[in-house]
């Protein structure tokens, strides 16, 4: 069935009531309402109601077994749906909520395996964004809430991305404008003995391990081969793939930034993701500066939707300077390579 939606631009600095009334209703419900966060719009639902979460997986056509987030406003609803909350975890709620952060917790049974993909734990983050928080207290506390994508292209970063995805699916999209960060939240598991990290985030390795002691990061994710696979479901699928062919390209910049030119000499249709130090030098193809290596958080907020804008210009393959560094840097690459399908060149090689 096609819905009438609705985007409804909200000013933040007066948060309508009435629109927010209506939003929150909505949830209560059990239907689905996109809103903003501090890292990529969100498509709620009533994270209690298993007949609401299951909307989600249709509208967004996503696989079952993968799990969903369920985002709160409050410390207090925590303890609603978890069994235990471990000392780090207070630890972490305390320096990071409300903030990008995702835990994962041994869940209640309140909470419907229809939410959590059938597994016996559950994701809760408590993000930051007025608006998303507004909406939280008004759904009835608990809105489960992935990416408001359809599943497999880059989360949305802007109300029109959402819209271009969700257009005749759901009945309300909240427009707070573009997001902040622009990269899913860190997620950290919280269940084993030390606390692992499944995503990486705005949240960093080091961050987490100056406030909880200690941290690793899964395995999985790093793993060159696929002998061990990522202990997130959503970690395993391919994300956020353009249409076009992306390779990433690694090694000496100098090096890199003539290796781009020779491809790209062949080809106009050729897409190129640059940064503000080396936009002047790439003399063809349909460049795109991504953001300053100086400011990391300008890249990541830039990426999904500079993704969404090849799609739109038809390009056919895309070569990206890469971005390693032990902070954001790692989340920019492993989104990178993600929507790469893992193609990397290494020039230096
Ligand atoms: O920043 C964010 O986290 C955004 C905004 C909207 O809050 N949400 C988001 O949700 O990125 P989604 O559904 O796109 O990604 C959720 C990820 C998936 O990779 C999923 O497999 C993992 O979290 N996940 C959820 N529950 C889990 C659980 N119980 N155990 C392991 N992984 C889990
Ligand atoms: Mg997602």
Not at 44 to 61: M, R, S, V
Not at 81 to 98: C, D, H, N, S, Y
Not at 207 to 218: F, H, K, L, P, S
Request: with cysteine.
């Amino acid at each position: 069935m096609k819905l009438q939606t609705e985007l409804i631009s909200i000013d933040r600095a007066h948060i309508s009531d009435s629109v927010m009334e209506r939003a929150g209703e909505l949830l209560r419900l059990g239907a689905l309402v996109a809103f903003p966060t501090e890292t990529v719009y969100g498509l709620g639902a009533d994270a209690l109601n298993e007949e609401a979460a299951q909307k989600i997986y249709a509208a967004k056509g996503r696989p079952s077994d993968n799990p969903l987030i369920v985002h709160i406003a409050d410390m207090e609803a925590l303890e609603g749906i978890v069994k235990t909350v471990p000392a780090e975890a207070r630890m972490l709620a305390g320096a990071f909520w409300p903030g990008p952060l995702t835990m994962i917790f041994d869940k209640k049974e309140c909470v419907p395996p229809g939410t959590t993909g059938g597994l016996s734990t559950v994701a809760v983050r408590m993000p930051s964004d007025e608006i998303a928080r507004e909406l939280i207290r008004r759904g009835g506390g608990y809105i489960a809430a992935p990416s408001a994508n359809v599943s497999g292209r880059p989360s949305p970063t802007t109300a029109q991305h959402v819209y271009e995805d969700m257009n005749g699916r759901i009945p309300m999209i909240l427009d707070g404008g573009p997001v902040r960060i622009g990269l899913e939240s860190t997620i950290v598991d919280l269940t084993e003995e030390c606390p692992v990290i499944l995503r990486p985030g705005y949240i960093t390795l080091s961050m987490i391990r100056g406030v909880a002691g200690r941290a690793e990061i899964d395995q999985g994710l790093i793993a060159e081969d696929s002998s061990l696979s990522p202990k997130a479901p959503g970690m395993k699928y391919r994300h956020y793939a353009p249409r076009a062919k992306l390779q990433i390209v690694e090694g000496p910049l100098e090096g890199v930034v003539s290796y781009i030119n020779r491809k790209c000499a062949d080809s106009e249709r050729t897409g190129i993701i640059c940064t503000e130090e080396t936009r002047e030098r790439y003399f063809c193809g349909n460049v795109k500066c991504i953001g300053s290596r100086k400011d990391e958080l300008s890249i990541a907020s830039h990426l999904f939707s500079i993704l969404r804008e090849f799609d739109e210009d038809g390009t056919e393959q895309i070569y990206s300077e890469s971005f390693e560094s032990p902070e954001l840097g790692q989340a920019i690459m492993n989104r990178l390579l993600k929507a790469a399908g893992h193609r990397k060149i290494d020039i230096s090689e």
